[in-house]
């Protein structure tokens, strides 16, 4: 494992859904930097912030329905013009 890996798999509390521990050392405030970006990183790739904002207003389910609908005819339509 090389050092890169080794500091993130060191930012990473065993136990928890997302959250990052500080490793104890000389320069402390880059330690809590890289903790600030891993758990950014962490929040973003686990998509709590688009289900948030996605439930800060009702959506019919017709409507998810609908617009779930459309974006596979989109994603269809591109992959056949792709073939």
Known sequence: MNSKQYKKHQAILPGAGIGVRLTSGKDRKSNIE?????????????????????????????????????????IAKIQSEQN
Do not use: C, F, H
């Open 34 to 74: 890289r903790a600030l970006r891993d758990w950014k990183k962490q929040v973003k790739d686990a998509g709590i912030i688009t289900a948030l904002k996605n439930r800060m207003q009702y959506e019919k389910p017709s409507v998810t329905r609908r617009i779930a609908k459309k974006k596979a005819r989109y």
